[in-house]
């Protein structure tokens, strides 16, 4: 199927490059043999567009560098990027031609499938201007004892060792197509929420800000996970972070561009927020 997407994407990025309806598209090529993001200007540079099962870059995180109306490739964890984009006024929808596709489960240079997309249920895009490829059977939600979770102290010796191993590189936040703040606080000095240097303790804040900050926000498209040159399980946390939010607030973030943010609505009851994203679906 992956073939006859890309031959689709090829067709239609041409049509519309020609007939001036975007000025660029973004989406995916090869460089070496390594998948990579793209832009493209020219109808007859169209050939250099492809669309595969190693396609796994979330593409919404660089839409807000791009000026002019541009047409990107959507899987559904990029269209959930940009619905969240949109929600916090990064982007212009009237700039944007979506093309959705399908997600197949994007997999490593060797063929293993990425963790991110093993357990992922939303491989089909949620929002799109034109779509490719045929719809995919989603799969339901795993439960929360297969995330690996256990109790707080088998929680804190799992976590300890794991963020053990930071180098405090700030990969995981600077490919986050949700990390969009023009001063970090993570790199404050006044106040210095977190030190550089290794120490467990300022390794934990760092990370807990992180996944805090994501709360209501994150997309779960793993690419936190697969920049981590130590390979610490981030979706792990990010994950029950997503649950936890999805169960007090009745928000699964990406999917409809009228749910208010859940930490950005101040109210002493959550059960006011649910109340209102779910009037908002029904209306």
Request: charged content about 30%; some cysteine; aromatic content about 6%.
């Amino acid at each position: 199927m992956s073939a006859e997407i890309q031959d689709a994407l090829r067709s239609e990025a041409r049509k519309l490059l020609e007939e001036g309806k975007v000025d660029k598209i973004l989406g995916y090529c090869m460089s070496g043999d390594r998948v990579v993001p793209c832009m493209v200007y020219a109808a007859d540079e169209v050939d250099k567009l492809i669309y595969n099962n190693r396609c796994k870059i979330n593409l919404a995180r660089y839409l807000r560098e791009c000026d002019g109306r541009v047409g990107v490739v959507a899987k559904g964890c990029d269209s959930r990027a940009i619905v969240e984009l949109l929600k916090a006024k990064q982007l212009d929808r009237s700039d944007l031609f979506i093309w959705g596709v399908s997600c197949p489960g994007m997999v490593d240079s060797e063929g293993r499938q990425y963790r991110s997309c093993s357990v992922c249920t939303h491989r089909n895009p949620v929002v799109y201007d034109g779509f490719l490829g045929k719809l995919v059977e989603e799969k339901p939600r795993l439960k929360d004892d297969e995330l690996g979770l256990g109790s707080r102290d088998e929680r804190m010796s799992y976590w300890s060792k794991q963020f053990s191993r930071c180098i405090s590189c700030m990969a995981c936040r600077n490919v986050c197509p949700m990390c969009y703040c023009k001063e970090c606080v993570l790199e404050k000095k006044d106040p210095e929420w977190v030190a550089r240097g290794g120490d467990i303790s300022d390794i934990f804040v760092y990370h807990a800000i992180k996944a805090m900050h994501m709360a209501g926000r994150c997309v779960e498209c793993g690419e936190c996970e697969r920049a981590c040159p130590v390979d610490i399980p981030l979706m792990h946390l990010y994950s029950r972070v997503c649950r936890d939010v999805e169960q007090l607030f009745g928000v699964e973030a990406g999917m409809d561009e009228n749910d208010k943010p859940p930490l950005s609505v101040f109210d002493l009851e959550a059960d006011a927020i649910l109340e209102e994203n779910e009037k908002n679906k029904k209306s």
